[in-house]
């Protein structure tokens, strides 16, 4: 997130100067890592969450419509940073890896077929596919198929379009740059403290993790792109906006494999429905990866519990966070969330043979020797008037000088769009002005793709010969 808005004011207005502060000795540790998230380029194209079956079986597709369209805008702007040489070749960084649905079931087979013929009608979703048959599914995903139990019901549907991205090396690539062009990048400093000035301007306190010497900086815009440790800071900062808002850490483990053998088998991310209880970022799914040119498969993810913000948090984060504002709404969460608890005791309980038993329910064929466990990002939840929330939600000032960006999905694939709207809420006299440049930098800018179905295809189609991906 910060390293797309810096790369937006860099091109919008290269005259700004840009400072980016860092806690860690590296840009992209956290939770824009490759190893700490899925990758998925969140297109909706196979995440079930976001179209659910209301009571009388009928599904709506607006919402993804809505991230859909969002991650068409990301994909403009990496295309146009790859032909301005922001942005190093595709491979590097964005790889084809079609995306599918998985299901078991009666039940989840008649949802699926019912949402598969609602988006088969949208423009952004052209080129989906459906099928019950395993001879066909077999050919899509074959270690799906293997030794599955004759007379299941099940069905997929398959995206060829779909993508695996690894943000981590598209983070370090736009911070590169952003430093080759003049932005000053410190890494290895906390910021410690924010405090609003007579004359407007923001005081940023940090501390050097090497040493301890402190430092000052004052800026006319602070943006907060800290993970989970975005409310310490923006309850720091004593914006009234803040007031109310609580996290609530929930971390993840992967089961992966870089068996040449299996790896070979699998070059989709297969994504199924989430078990009951569970928040829609546990949805079990088999993804194939590419991070640093090395391909491997991904399963998971499995719930764990830290009351850190950050992998490279601190014990007391969960505590640190509690304010008169948001006790109530904090404590309300904890009693009405009953199911999340339970669901999270159980994946806690879960040792790595019943890991990889939950595989076996993906990959028939799965051993435990060719998988190994790896610990993958913290996810601070947003909780907010007595409700836990899933999805990313940007947190400013009244007067636009300072915002923070809190939550985590579908996070990263939509960060071009909520930056977007990040622009226009902290700079809206300069939006005028700046339209020429990002129409350059994203053409669909100000208009939706999925109503127009020749600027969809004309979209899709531009985009993935500049990505080097399947229209």
């Not at 007031?243 to 609530?248: C, E």
């Amino acid at each position: 997130m910060s390293a797309t808005l810096g790369t937006f004011l860099q091109q919008l207005q290269p005259d700004w100067k840009i400072s980016l502060y860092e806690r860690l000795g590296e840009v992209a540790e956290e939770s824009s890592n490759a190893w700490n998230n899925a990758g998925t380029g969140h297109a909706a194209l196979c995440e079930l969450n976001y179209m659910p079956a209301a009571a009388d079986g009928s599904v709506d597709p607006t919402k993804a419509i809505a991230i859909n369209e969002q991650f068409q805008q990301s994909r403009q702007f990496w295309s146009s940073l790859v032909e301005r040489g922001v942005l190093d070749a595709p491979e590097t960084f964005i790889n084809s890896a079609p995306h599918m649905t998985f299901v078991r079931g009666e039940k989840d087979v008649a949802y699926l077929k019912t949402r598969y013929e609602a988006l088969s009608k949208e423009p952004l979703f052209e080129g989906i596919e459906y099928s019950e048959d395993s001879r066909v599914i077999n050919k899509w995903a074959p270690l799906l198929m293997q030794k599955r139990r004759v007379g299941e019901p099940f069905a997929a549907t398959r995206v060829p379009s779909g993508t695996d991205v690894d943000f981590g090396a598209l983070t370090r690539q736009l911070v590169a740059k952003l430093k080759d062009n003049g932005a000053e990048v410190l890494t290895n400093r906390e910021v410690k403290n924010l405090k609003k000035l007579k004359d407007g301007t923001w005081q940023v306190s940090y501390r050097n993790t090497v040493g301890g010497t402190p430092g000052r900086v004052n800026a006319r815009f602070v943006f907060v792109g800290a993970g989970g440790w975005a409310i310490k800071l923006l309850q720091k900062s004593g914006i009234p906006e803040i007031k109310g808002y609580g996290v609530f850490p929930i971390g993840g483990q992967w089961l992966k494999t870089s068996n040449p053998a299996i790896v070979a088998q699998h070059k989709a991310k297969v994504y199924s429905q989430a078990s009951v209880g569970a928040p829609p970022m546990s949805v079990p799914h088999l993804d194939a990866r590419v991070v640093d040119g090395e391909s491997s498969l991904l399963f998971g993810p499995f719930a764990t519990f830290s009351p850190k913000f950050l992998k490279t948090g601190r014990m007391w984060d969960i505590v640190s966070q509690v304010r008169p504002s948001n006790i109530g709404s904090m404590l309300k969460v904890a009693v009405t969330n009953f199911d999340l608890v339970k669901y999270l005791v159980s994946e806690l309980r879960k040792t790595h043979p019943k890991k990889v038993q939950s595989l076996q329910e993906f990959m028939p064929t799965a051993k435990a020797e060719d998988w190994e466990l790896l610990q993958a990002g913290q996810r601070a939840q947003v909780m907010k008037g007595g409700k836990l929330q899933f999805g990313t939600e940007v947190v400013a000032s009244a007067d636009g000088t300072i915002a923070g960006l809190l939550g985590a999905s579908p996070g990263a694939s939509t960060a071009v769009s909520i930056m977007l709207g990040l622009l226009k809420s902290a700079f809206p006299d300069r939006m005028a002005d700046w339209e020429p440049a990002l129409t350059e930098l994203i053409p669909s800018y100000g208009t939706t793709l999925n109503p127009d179905p020749d600027a969809a295809a004309s979209s899709v189609k531009r985009t993935a010969e500049v990505l080097h991906l399947p229209a």
